[in-house]
């Protein structure tokens, strides 16, 4: 894969709305968690790649393997705590304040009940599921930070645990959708899937909060 550094993105503008989502739970867990899925490199290598793999089979995309250079750029990213989008070349997803990894990707995943599988098209309430299971993305790193933002001796506004995110080729591609987001195997019937989403707050990229999607 080439450099990050060395890409241009074409449309930045359109891609960086398109494929960047990031999320925080109606109510954070103690900022204090020590999920190993957290403290430990490796569980948290395995996590990462354990859950997008599972989500991503259901949806009949090929897992992904892991980028160090993804992970690289996740955490320097991850580092400054800020609970926005770094404006990078590829996919990107955030989360912070939940209690470990799965939950983090488990919510990102639970966005399938909203979203639209045979009219195809982005929305700003499916956005972290879209990437999550984007079928030509083929590699992910992700990095993780303490920030605790908005609490004593906590960093930036990000609560709790901040994860980050970054998929190369980046998904969420206007026109692309219908190849590239399948149903799930097994489900039949219908344009969406039957269930019960996980409500979350969402930072709006023009700067606004909007509660229950994620942008």
């Keep these: 894969m080439p450099s990050l550094l060395s890409i241009i993105p074409i449309l930045p503008i359109l891609l960086l709305l398109l494929s960047t989502t990031h999320a925080f739970p109606q109510s954070s867990p103690s900022p204090e968690s020590s999920s190993p899925e957290y403290t430990s490199n490796s569980t948290f290598r395995e996590t990462v790649l354990n859950v997008t793999n599972t989500f991503r089979t259901q949806h009949n995309a090929t897992s992904l393997s892991w980028n160090e250079t993804l992970e690289e750029e996740a955490e320097k990213w991850a580092g400054k705590c800020g609970f926005g989008h770094s404006g990078g070349p590829a996919g990107e997803n955030l989360a912070a304040g ?91 019937g219908g344009t969406r899937e039957r269930g019960v989403g996980c409500w979350m707050w969402a930072l709006v990229l023009f700067g606004g909060l909007l509660g229950g999607m994620a942008w």
């Excluded at 499916?126 to 933002?149: D, E, I, K, M, P």
Aim: aromatic share 14%; glycine share 16%; proline share 2%.
């Design 98 to 188: 939940y209690a470990n990894v799965t939950q983090s990707i488990s919510v990102w995943a639970d966005e399938r009940v909203g979203f639209d599988f045979r009219g195809g098209e982005f929305s700003t309430s499916t956005g972290h599921f879209t990437q999550l299971v984007w079928r030509t993305t083929s590699s992910v790193g992700c990095a993780r930070t303490l920030c605790n933002g908005g609490s004593s001796g906590g960093k930036g506004d990000a609560p709790g645990w901040f994860l980050v995110c970054e998929y190369w080729p980046g998904g969420n591609v206007i026109g692309q959708f219908k190849e590239n987001v399948h149903q799930r195997e097994g489900v039949s």
